[in-house]
């Protein structure tokens, strides 16, 4: 089955601006779209093209259409719509043969010009019915797995058709799946507070007859269910359901939400009539995270039958700071609304049963997951000598959109082979994404532990489009991730990583997996073993080669664990790991060393010149040919990245756009050389699988698409933003495509170690860092590159330290290239052999036996492998370089003095004396604080380069007595005290004395560092082994050891592997039975690598730091003492500390003398160091509070002929709660060669200006910046240029002042930091009384930067003045920039925004504001217009007043919003409607907040660290005027800017709050609903309508106006607070809303009150303003500095030049009975013109404080204010609630006919009890007596029922209000359509009735009724015939005849019979004059109801059996028994005649 459409020409087609149009045409249908050619430049273009439509089997449908659509081909973009039309398929049904021309419509449905000529034909199915088949719901159009959907194109087109009407290259499909890869984006992991708001409208189409639906939501685990909707197929809910959760973005987009429809009066195993699941990232990625009046398809995944019907919803996934969408439909959606165009699934695509094909082989390097007790226990006793356990039980999970299967669990193992086919079945296509590879390890007892999770995304592995495929992936290994390796019986902080939350930590083993799609039915057994041959076949893809890992370490600083010496864990899959038990060690880690401090804040590790090198080798595929195929498209992505910096930085310079186009052009050349260029493929040993094959054709397809869009935008030649907005999106779309999903590779992970305890982390993908011989190497690849390392974990969100940062080289590759490695090396690499030697303290001795002797005598650092000296022997290819000699642990020539420019030097002297004796000098006099002994104080030697700053002093500051003294009983034990107790025994005291660096020299440092390790000889000690070493021996210390090195070198130029094979010379020391210990120390034979440069170099650092601003509040006075940490390299400075300011201006450059950087100096210049700054707030208790950091790079000069100039930039600080202000800074590095410190200079020759360094590469350093107070400050040329500015300040007033501590702020005033300049403003005597400043305005001349970039921030300090004289300061605000306000230095006119342009200047003649507010300029200043002026008189011609009724205010209203249909009086009449805005006032942009005036500014305190943030404790309202002073101090100042303000002081004023209603409210109930009231405050009056509360609802409709009478500013927040009705417990806040009364009112836009359109003196429209129109415009122009209007007459007014007349603004309107005066309706019409607010409808977003970042709902309202000062404020407007109005429906059943008999009687006989039963919309059902066995479908009743019911006139709705449940409090009110249903029923004795049809009547459209029974059909309902005639019943009044009542039968209607009804309305008054009753009950009249006339068949069998017998059996079988009865009579004559008969023949015969 099939149809075609043969698509002739069209007609009047729409031409384009620049010439004709090139029109095609597409036919639509069910989501199939089909394309003529184009024809190019026509008008009438003919195609005579036939289009074609495969129906697969399926008949069209009546109720379906076919779409045309005319549309002009653009070359770039989406195609112009010209025109569509429907064409309904019943049509063409009927016909099968149709031609027609149609004619369309535009895109806003009206008519047009333009015609299409069409020829349909439709083959019918073989039986020849045209309806029949599907549903038709198959093919449907939306995106529902997001693959297809794009928002920006909702039409869904496929293909653009090029110039020949073929299909181009895919660009539509391209743009499509560039959206969908831009929202796959990387998401955080870092959880926070979402709300997921789900609205369930309605269902249509549903499955089976008579259902009472009831619809189930299930979302994070919890369910909701809306209302039972009773005996409906169509129910609406419109119901909202809110659910919430803390989670990350990255886990809410896989959460699966799950909608299912039940049937609620079935049996729950038979009850669900369909379901639909999604994940919610389906939602997320849509605009604004949501969907909108969406359409699911609902489906029953166990019955195959097709589509069960269709769901509407709307749905918002809500983060902190979104604004809630309505979820409000748009009047006129639903009479327009086709379900089939807008559901949530792909175009062509249906639900089809598919199955994935997973083939799970091998999986290897599993962690142990179980304790190794039980394997300890038997190898103490001996038994455990078999191979070791391995503690793992694994298998693994399969998992996809909410189902999951499993493989077979093994046991003992880490590399389980499954070798299993999972299979798993799911619907195509599928709206999941991931697909989940979990590893389980099996428990006995316990829960199944996670080990890891593996997450392929299926978009990465499939293609959507044509040219797509299904997804399929491997065979390949996939890496599993999570927490660390490590076992620990506790688990750990980051064992949630395993569930894939999160970034993983540590590689945690892989598993070689196949995958291949399948669209079939689902399999009968979901796991299979493999087939062996496939198990065979993939044993190619686990083929390794060896690769080599080469990471150099070239400096590790800003450690923050000194607590045990610090090394560094390099691994890559397993290897390399230390600390895990099941892999065998390898030297993979740097030396342990001891972090030292850099005597400013951070601490570093000291490798100096011999910098570790670490090399670990490993096994891999090879699958360089994906690897690279990543990196050549991020070189590409690399490339035009930074082509868009250099390109943005020429349009920021303002560089010619012929330049700019030449870049980007140049650009555009290049990116397509390198897109031409092919990719690389397979070769060799590599092995490529079918996915590798189809992703090589699809990015070749991207790549040749990409080069046609450049050649578009090139024919083009659009502007150059235009062309980076593209070249942006194509980067994008390369960026996409440069994942790689067959990665097996793991990726690398460094560790920082701390005493063998995993602190930091950092993870690199391979492919940054692997070597390609080919040139495609990652960009890490040999390069140096800085990398900070963070926590593990949750600890990454608490912690703001840095762990460390470490600047180091990467290589990774095959073995056969790593010579490659060695030839970027520009340092020479040395090979060491290492051992350590340990010694123990016994008896003061230092012996290598002993007790405590732990370790061997020579061991490696962990003393845990025996490594002697005697024993290593060079491998084959090495010799030795020379002799062991010791090498020293670099710490130990840290002296506690390093880095320190002063120190304190102490002593202890130490005293004892004998019990109650006298004190004297101890044996050991001089000692430390650890006991150890001193040289006398006097003996202490000062350091070379150093020099006394005092004498000798005791130290008081401690805890001591008067002399200093502090005592204990033993000085050994410790414990001292500052109090002398008779038992004590010992006492000290501290002796210090500082000493100052004075220039210390390499010379001098390397000196002391000779002495130092000499007197050491190399030796560290320690209390214990597994201690902290140290340099300094103490008494505490038991044992020592040092490091002893061997150099190696290799005696070829071939490179081979070092490893050592060690001799057992000594058997004393060997354990020749301890097997396993020989082959781990076998493998740790590897040496320590270094690299030693040859080429070192010093440089200088110069950090300008200038200043800081919009830094966080540390303290509670809202304010901080910032200083910034400047970190680089092995140093740290520390600037000044500026007291209590959030913009510190510190003007300091900080000098870093004597950097030490290894490596040529022009590598350094490519990539140097980063500098590090942090900024603290000092605190003098406690730790300094982290403020916020930076990292940046310093521009490095090798030469004083680099002319460049170190430009300062704002670099932005961050912290973990994100943005925490910023810095102005730049960084300058300069090569100083081997030069002295700036510290050898003396302060004579520094201030002089003299050169800082003797030599810069052979030149002069370049002189020191000048000194301020003996620190130097940013030079002139690099600091910003200064202009004398003036700064004018409008101190109006402060509001909403709280309490601090503990009392009011009453006497406020504000302190202005500007720079340097500080301004303090008056002193407010009360803010209770007037909050106003009396001088409202300050004027400051000062000094600010010249450029806005370097503009400092304004700070307000908020200081409140109490008794006694304190000031204490209450708050702080920081306004970052002044641009906003800066105004040019001559005052400007007064500017208005106007309603038709953006922005008016008004001069003295006001001729600007007359052209911009007309927009037309008609006739002269002088009103000299030619034209004839007709003066109209004041007084209308009489008017007949309309009937005002039905007319209130809400007609207005609905009107306004476009529901006409409520209105329609209204709409007749010609009234004006009101302006509705979508959010509150301040919010529409030319408003501009009402901040005309003045701004807003809150005042905060508080802890920046306080995670509750900062507490704002007031508000400041002022504004600001900034601009330019002349340079002359002498020259006369221009003119303010701010005058004429008005009166300060408080005005009284009536407010007038209107509220309306509101929708969308949060749920407050258990119910999912809320009883909602209104509470409104302003000031100290506050009005509750809690008696009026509105129950059962979230869209209550509230309907009130309140009346305030206030002062302001005194009274100026109107907070409306909606709340929740408890009647046991406190009241709940739903929401709340604060308007600001005052800026209204101040505001020049006249928000006091809107403007009317028309000036009406009475009637629903009447004029509200306290002041007349007149009065208004002359006010305006008075304030505007305009003259005053000028009236001619009563019809027209001269404004500013601009004259106005009646005529034109009344010239096409009706006169009405309700208008003012003439003059004022003129004034009126000229208001409206100008920027003024106009009468309005606002709509508030509730907060509530509980949940501030989500919306609570909405609140449509608007507020009146009439001071008092103008007069007394017009009528009020009632806006109360419509109340509905009771009417009575009475419906008599007369009779049925034609009913489906459904039963047979024991006769055989066909048959049906009838009755009928019927219902309105909340009324009890009522149903006639019985009429039994009617044997023709006919029945007779006679039967009233009597529905009294509440019906809103206006609305046409019916008003249904009950009880939920019969505890409920209150009834719930429900608006639903007046249906009256009406069912026919077949009565059953025994079983259930039997349904036999229905038939629902709209009250206001019901279909009109047959006269005759024989003339009642289906085609009379509206349903089946567009062209039924209806009526309304409530103007009808009354209606009399057939109806028919059918059944839905698989989706097909069927004639069930007809019903004889009389229904007729009344009202309540016409049911009181007119009485009557249900039935035939009495009073039985309107009419008299007889008993019905029914056959004497007509009765219950059970009632009369003897009437039973005669008109059942013998009514139908009579003659059959008189024939029995008769044939009966005659065989008894017969047997009597024959038993007489001998008795009587043989007398005679014998007688004869």
């Not at 050991?924 to 350091?943: I, S, Y």
């Not at 290799?1050 to 060997?1070: L, Q």
């Not at 920046?1504 to 900062?1510: M, P, S």
Request: proline share 6%; aromatic share 10%; net charge negative.
């Amino acid at each position: 089955m099939s149809f075609t459409v043969l698509a002739k020409k069209a007609s009047n087609v729409p031409k384009e601006k620049f010439g004709k149009s090139d029109p095609y045409c597409q036919i639509v249908y069910q989501g199939q779209k089909q394309k003529t050619k184009v024809v190019k430049d026509s008008d009438a273009p003919e195609w005579n093209e036939t289009l074609g439509f495969d129906l697969a089997g399926k008949a069209l449908e009546s109720t379906e259409s076919i779409t045309v659509e005319l549309k002009d081909w653009e070359r770039i973009g989406s195609d112009k719509l010209l025109g569509q039309a429907v064409v309904p398929a019943r049509d063409l049904i009927n016909s099968k043969d149709l031609e027609l021309s149609v004619k369309l419509s535009d895109k806003n449905g009206r008519p047009t010009e333009t015609t299409v000529d069409l020829q349909l034909k439709y083959v019918a199915p073989a039986s020849g019915g045209g309806g029949g088949g599907g549903s038709g719901g198959d093919a449907v159009d939306g995106g529902g797995d997001g693959e297809d959907f794009d928002e920006d194109d909702p039409e869904g087109e496929i293909d653009e058709p090029g110039p020949d009407g073929k299909p181009t290259a895919a660009s539509a499909a391209r743009k499509r799946k560039r959206d969908r890869q831009k929202m796959k984006a990387k998401l955080s992991t870092k959880p926070q507070d979402f709300q997921v708001r789900v609205k369930v409208v309605e269902a249509r189409q549903l499955e089976g007859s008579n259902v009472h639906p009831v619809c189930k939501l299930t979302l994070f685990g919890e369910t909701k269910t809306t209302r039972v909707k009773k005996a409906t197929g169509n129910p609406i809910w419109n119901e909202v359901f809110y659910y919430s959760n803390n989670i990350s973005p990255a886990e809410i987009v896989d959460e699966m939400i799950n909608f299912e429809v039940y049937n609620s009066k079935k049996l729950r195993s038979d009850a669900l009539i369909g379901s639909f699941s999604c994940d919610c990232g389906l939602v997320y990625a849509m605009s604004k995270h949501t969907v909108l009046n969406k359409w699911l398809l609902l489906s029953d995944s166990e019955d195959q039958s097709g589509v069960r019907g269709y769901l509407k919803i709307c749905m918002a996934i809500l983060g902190p700071g979104d604004e809630a969408p309505s979820f409000k439909a748009k009047p006129g959606d639903a009479e327009h609304e086709d379900i089939e165009s807008n559901l949530l699934m792909p175009a062509g695509m249906t639900l089809a049963p598919a199955n994935f094909i997973l083939k799970a082989y091998s999986a290897e390097d599993l962690p142990r997951m179980d304790s190794a007790m039980m394997e300890g226990v038997k190898k103490f006793f001996g038994v455990g000598k078999q191979k070791p356990k391995e503690l793992s039980d694994p298998y693994m999970t399969f998992s996809f959109a909410g189902q999951t299967v499993s493989t077979k669990v093994l046991y003992e193992t880490y590399s389980p082979e499954f070798n299993q086919e999972l299979k798993l079945a799911f619907k195509f296509p599928s709206v999941a994404e991931n697909l989940t590879l979990r590893m389980f390890d099996w428990d006995r007892i316990s829960a199944h532990d996670i080990i890891a999770s593996g997450i392929v995304s299926v978009s990465q592995i499939s293609r959507s489009g044509d040219d797509g495929y299904l997804p399929t992936f491997g065979p390949c290994y996939v890496n599993f991730y999570g927490s660390t390796r490590e076992f620990s019986e506790l688990g750990g902080d980051n064992e949630y990583l395993n569930k894939g939350n999160g970034e993983g930590v540590a590689y945690r083993g892989r598993i070689l997996v196949e995958l291949k799609t399948n669209l079939e039915e689902k399999a009968e057994v979901d796991v299979v073993d493999c087939d062996p041959e496939d198990v065979t076949r993939i044993s190619k893809y686990m083929r390794r080669h060896r690769f080599m890992l080469n990471v150099a370490f070239l400096e590790a600083t800003m450690i923050c664990d000194t607590d045990a010496p610090v090394e560094f864990e390099v691994s890559i899959g397993t290897y390399g790991n230390k600390l895990d038990d099941t892999v065998m060690p390898t030297a993979s880690c740097t030396q342990p060393t001891n972090a030292v401090f850099d005597g400013c804040r951070y601490n570093f590790l000291p490798w100096e010149n011999k910098r570790p090198c670490i090399s670990v080798e490993s096994f891999w595929e090879d699958i360089s040919f994906r690897i690279d195929t990543i990196n050549i498209l991020l070189g590409i992505v690399d490339m035009m990245e930074s082509r868009f910096l250099k390109i943005k930085t020429a349009q920021k310079a303002n560089l010619p756009e012929i330049e700019i186009k030449s870049m980007l052009y140049s650009l555009m050349d290049e990116l397509a050389v390198k897109l031409k260029q092919p990719l690389p493929r397979a070769t060799g040993s590599q092995l490529s699988n079918e996915l590798d094959k189809l992703q090589l054709l699809n990015r070749e397809t991207e790549m040749a698409g990409i080069i046609e869009d450049m050649e578009k935008v090139r024919l083009r030649d659009p502007e150059p933003a235009e062309i980076l907005t593209e070249l942006s999106t194509l980067a994008e779309t390369l960026k996409a495509q440069a994942v790689e999903p067959q990665n097996s590779i793991p990726d690398v992970f460094i560790w920082m170690l701390v005493g063998n305890k995993r602190t930091a982390y950092y993870r690199l993908p391979v492919h940054h860092i692997i070597y390609s011989p080919d040139g495609h190497s990652g960009k890490y690849c040999a390069k140096e590159m800085t990398v900070v390392l963070k926590h593990p974990g949750q600890k990454a969100h608490r912690e703001w330290q840095i762990p460390a940062k470490l600047r180091l080289k990467f290589w990774f590759g095959k073995k056969q290239f790593e010579e490659e490695w060695t030839k970027c090396q520009t340092d020479d690499v040395v090979v060491m052999a290492e051992t350590y030697e340990n010694q123990v303290a016994l008896l003061g001795k230092w012996v290598t036996r002993g007790p405590a002797m732990t370790r061997p005598k020579f061991s490696d650092s962990t003393g845990k492998l025996k490594l002697k000296k005697e024993s290593f022997f060079p491998p084959a290819g090495w010799e030795w370089a020379g002799d062991w000699h010791v090498s020293p642990e670099l710490s130990l020539i840290y002296n506690r003095d390093a880095g320190h420019k002063s120190f304190i030097e102490d002593v202890y002297e130490l005293q004892t004396r004998i019990p109650a004796g006298p004190w004297h000098m101890a044996k050991v006099f001089w000692t430390d604080a650890l006991n150890d002994t001193m040289p006398a104080k006097e003996e202490v030697e000062l350091p070379e380069g150093w020099e006394w700053d005092n004498d000798w002093s005791v130290d008081m500051n401690r805890g001591v007595d008067d002399e200093g003294f502090e005592y204990c009983v033993e000085s050994t034990i410790g414990g001292f005290g500052p109090v002398e107790k008779t038992y004590h025994l010992s006492r000290r005291r501290r002796w210090i004395r500082q000493r100052t660096m004075v220039a210390e020299s390499n010379a001098i440092k390397e000196k002391r560092d000779q002495e130092a390790l000499k007197a050491s000889e190399g030796w560290e000690y320690a209390p214990l082994f597994n201690m902290k070493f140290h340099g300094k021996e103490s008494k505490m210390d038991l044992v020592r050891r040092r490091r002893w090195h061997r150099k190696m070198k290799a005696t070829g130029k071939e490179s081979k592997p070092c490893t050592f094979s060690f001799g057992d010379e000594d058997g004393d020391d060997s354990d020749d039975s301890d097997a396993e210990e020989k082959a781990k120390a076998g493998c740790l034979a590897a040496p320590r690598m270094f690299l030693e440069s040859t080429q070192v170099n010093k440089y200088q650092l110069r950090a300008y730091i200038y200043q800081a601003r919009s830094l966080m509040a540390a303290d509670d006075n809202a304010r901080s003492d910032p200083y910034a940490v400047v970190g680089f390299g092995t140093q740290s400075q520390l600037t000044r500390v500026l007291d209590k300011t959030l913009s510190p201006m510190w003007d300091q450059t900080l000098i870093f003398d004597e950097i030490t950087l290894y490596g040529p100096a022009e590598l350094v210049a490519q990539n140097p160091p980063e500098v590090v700054i942090e900024v603290f707030d000092k605190d003098l208790i406690g730790k300094d509070e982290f403020l916020g950091r930076t990292i940046c790079k310093p521009m490095v000069k090798l030469s004083m002929s680099d002319e460049r100039t170190c430009v300062l930039q704002w670099h932005e600080l961050i912290n973990r709660r994100g943005n925490a202000g910023e810095m102005l800074a730049s960084f300058e590095l300069l090569l100083a060669g081997q030069a002295a410190s700036l510290m050898d200079l003396t302060d004579t020759e520094t201030d002089a200006m003299q050169p800082t360094s003797q030599l810069m590469n052979g030149e002069d350093l370049p002189f020191a910046p000048p000194k301020r107070n003996d620190l130097y400050i940013v030079p002139t040329g690099i600091r910003p240029v200064m202009r004398r500015t003036a700064v004018e300040i409008l101190c109006w007033g402060m509001r909403n002042m709280k309490r601090y501590q503990l009392l009011s702020i009453t006497s406020p005033s504000v302190e202005f930091e500007i720079g340097d300049a500080v301004i303090q403003s008056p002193i407010i005597k009360n803010t209770k009384k007037n909050p106003n400043f009396s001088n409202a305005l300050l004027f400051v001349d000062t000094m600010l930067p010249k450029e806005e970039y370097f503009m400092p921030p304004v700070n307000l300090r908020v200081r409140d003045h109490r008794a006694f004289g304190r000031k204490p300061t209450v708050g702080m605000h920081v306004i970052r920039s002044l641009e906003k306000y800066m105004v040019s230095s001559t005052p400007q006119p007064t500017y208005i925004t106007a309603s038709n342009t953006d922005q008016v200047l008004m001069d003295e003649s006001f001729q600007a504001i007359a052209a911009s507010v007309d927009g037309i300029t008609n006739g002269s200043p002088n009103g000299d217009n030619p034209e004839t002026i007709v003066d109209m008189p004041d007084e209308q011609k009489a008017l007949q007043p309309p009937d005002l009724e039905d007319i209130d205010w809400w007609c207005k209203y609905y009107t306004s919003i476009g529901e006409e249909d409520k209105a329609l009086k209204y709409v007749e009449m010609g009234l004006d409607s009101v302006m509705i805005y979508d959010g509150p006032l301040e919010s529409v942009p030319e408003f501009d907040g009402f901040t005309d005036f003045c701004d807003t500014f809150e005042i905060f305190t508080g802890d920046a660290d306080d995670d509750e943030g900062q507490e704002v404790i007031g508000e400041f309202k002022g504004g600001f005027k900034v601009y330019e002073l002349p340079e002359d101090p002498n020259a006369p100042l221009p003119p303010k800017h701010l005058d004429a303000l008005p009166n300060p002081d408080p005005e009284e004023c009536v407010v007038r709050v209107y509220l309306i209603q509101a929708y969308d409210l949060q749920p407050a109930d258990p119910n999912g609903l809320a009883d909602p009231y209104l509470e409104v405050t302003l000031g100290k009056k506050s009005i509750s309508l809690r008696d009026s509360y509105k129950p059962n609802t979230l869209n209550p409709i509230f309907g009130e106006m309140l009346e305030f009478k206030c002062h302001i500013p005194l009274q100026k927040d109107l907070k409306i607070v909606v709340k929740d009705y408890d009647l046991l417990t406190s009241d709940d806040p739903i929401g709340e809303t604060i308007i600001d009364l005052e800026n209204r009112y101040l505001s020049q836009y006249r928000a006091n009150c809107g403007v009317h359109s028309v000036y009406y003196t009475s009637g629903p429209c009447q004029w509200r303003d306290a002041c007349k129109p007149t009065e208004i415009l002359e006010a305006f122009c008075k304030r505007h500095r305009l003259e005053a209007p000028v009236y001619g007459g009563n019809t027209q007014v001269t404004v500013a030049g601009r004259r106005h007349t009646l005529r034109e603004y009344e010239q096409n309107k009706e006169p009405s009975p309700f208008w003012g005066p003439t003059k004022e309706r003129l004034a009126c019409y000229v208001l409206n013109r100008l920027p003024m607010v106009k009468e309005h409808i606002e709509t508030r977003i509730l907060r509530n404080k509980l949940q501030p970042a989500f919306d609570q709902g909405k609140l449509q309202c608007w507020v009146d204010i009439f001071p008092k000062s103008l007069g007394p404020p017009g009528p009020p407007v009632d806006i109360s609630a419509r109340i509905p109005k009771r009417y009575e429906l009475r419906v008599v059943i007369w009779n049925t006919t034609e009913v489906v008999l459904d039963e047979t009687n024991l006769m055989g006989e066909q048959m049906s009890d009838i009755y009928v039963k019927g219902w309105l919309p909340g009324t009890k059902k009522q149903k006639t007596d019985v009429h039994y066995r009617s044997l023709d479908g006919d029945g007779n009743f006679n039967w009233r029922f009597v529905f009294p019911f509440e019906y809103l006139p206006a609305e046409q709705v019916l008003v249904d209000k009950k009880k939920e449940h019969f505890w409920s409090l209150d009834e719930t009110e429900e608006r639903t359509q007046p249906i009256f249903t009406v069912q026919v029923w077949d009565n059953d004795f025994i079983s259930a009735d039997d349904f036999l049809g229905s038939l629902e009547l709209n009250l206001n459209c019901m279909p009109k009724p047959a006269k005759t029974a024989k003339a009642c059909k289906l085609t009379q309902l509206p349903d089946f015939n567009n062209q039924a005639k209806c009526v309304s019943l409530f103007e009808q009044k009354k209606l009399n005849g057939f109806w028919p009542v059918y059944e839905t039968v698989q989706g097909q209607p069927q004639l069930q019979g007809k019903v004889e009804m009389e229904i007729e309305i009344v009202t309540a008054k016409e049911a009181e004059e007119r009485p009557t009753a249900s039935a035939r009950d009495e009073p039985n009249m309107h009419p008299k109801l007889d008993p019905p006339n029914r056959p004497a068949t007509s009765f219950f069998f059970l009632s009369n059996p003897f009437k039973s017998c005669k008109h059942i059996i013998w009514r139908n079988y009579k003659w059959r028994i008189i024939i029995a009865l008769l044939t009966l009579l005659l065989i008894a004559i017969i047997v009597v005649f024959i038993y007489s008969f001998p008795k009587e023949i043989w007398p005679a015969i014998f007688k004869g």
